[in-house]
């Protein structure tokens, strides 16, 4: 399968640069993942969408605030985001890389951190090894700025517009965009109805902003992430699989997480560990039956997922369909949620879920 299956062309005014002030009042568009049809809707009615007995399964990471202006030496200021660390040793995406050799020296803040770079993974990215004297994270947060995905060229006034309000976990190098429409009003709401919400930890790496670079999608590499799943939160996505609910995932992050500590036959595992899993079309998903999430780049391995979920000329119709509907892409911009929306439900509220679908086909 060929990476340029999955491209398509966005006018760049349709690129989020900002979010709304409203987290909730996104637009979002219902894809059927069985027949492609197609409902027009704001974030706040997914409140119509989930029904008691779901499991809505959320990324609780942290973006930490690892995108940091240094000096080599006197010459001209080095750029570094951080990704993910072993042993006090940090894997970096250097800006320009080719001024970061090994053994180069890196100072940050007028000597408040100090890095040196002892390994070249590939082209941009090296490990750095730091030197500082306190809280790591202290520092960071004094000299460090929210890692906005290159595509966003506007600087974001408040800081916390690009974290989830569920966030709790530090690790992540970007958000779980998915889960940025969210608030906790909403969330109380959707308890309210009887939806479980089960939170998972996977930390974004660096990989998700680098693009595919094979032809062929199959000999495309994965980067790696780490992922946590408590015994507890396990427990809510089984009890709900066997009690017949739904595994609603709010992003990628989610259902790669769910996916990759899940059995064959969908029994989520508690653990922790690293995954390079890569869901594309063909893939049979083992957990997951709906998914929330974002619209994603031309060719990335987001727009993949999501054609693995709902079939590629599904998923594609469905982007044509929101770029003449202007809906806003990207990290800020607008949300789907991938369903069944003639999927019936065998409980004591069935009838009522079977009218509230027939009346939104009527509209």
Request: with cysteine; aromatic share 8%; net charge negative.
């Amino acid at each position: 399968m060929n990476v340029k299956d999955f491209n398509f062309e966005l006018p760049q005014e349709l690129i989020a640069q900002d979010p709304l002030e409203d987290r909730s009042s996104s637009r979002l568009l219902v894809l059927d993942k069985k027949t492609g049809e197609i409902e027009h809707r704001t974030f706040r009615d997914i409140l119509s969408y989930l029904r008691k007995g779901d499991c809505l399964v959320i990324n609780d990471t942290k973006v930490i605030r690892p995108d940091c202006w240094g000096k080599e030496g006197t010459e001209a200021k080095i750029e570094i985001l951080l990704s993910k660390a072993e042993n006090d040793i940090w894997e970096t995406l250097v800006k320009p890389g080719k001024k970061a050799k090994i053994g180069t020296v890196i100072t940050f803040g007028e000597g408040l951190l100090t890095g040196t770079v002892v390994d070249i993974v590939d082209e941009g990215n090296r490990l750095i090894q730091f030197s500082y004297e306190g809280i790591f994270e202290e520092i960071l947060d004094r000299l460090g700025q929210m890692p906005l995905p290159p595509y966003i060229t506007h600087q974001l006034k408040d800081q916390t517009r690009y974290q989830t309000v569920y966030a709790k976990h530090e690790g992540s190098a970007a958000a779980p965009t998915a889960g940025l429409h969210f608030t906790k009003e909403l969330l109380a709401e959707i308890e309210a109805m009887g939806v479980v919400i089960a939170h998972v930890t996977l930390h974004v790496g660096l990989g998700t902003f680098r693009p595919v670079k094979v032809d062929e999608i199959e000999d495309h590499h994965m980067h790696s992430e780490f992922y946590i799943v408590d015994e507890a939160e396990a427990k809510k996505v089984n009890d709900t699989k066997k009690n017949g609910g739904r595994i609603v995932c709010v992003g990628t992050t989610s259902c790669r997480t769910v996916e990759s500590a899940s059995s064959d036959d969908g029994v989520l595992k508690a653990g922790s560990g690293w995954t390079e899993i890569f869901i594309y079309p063909g893939y049979r998903f083992k957990t997951l039956d709906c998914l929330i999430t974002n619209f994603h780049l031309p060719e990335s391995t987001l727009v993949m997922l999501v054609s693995a979920l709902a079939g590629r000329e599904h998923v594609l119709n469905a982007y044509e369909e929101a770029i003449r509907e202007r809906y806003r892409f990207f990290s800020f911009g607008d949300a789907m949620f991938i369903t069944d929306l003639h999927e019936r439900v065998s409980s004591d509220d069935g009838d009522q879920t079977g009218k509230e679908t027939g009346e939104r086909m009527e509209r």
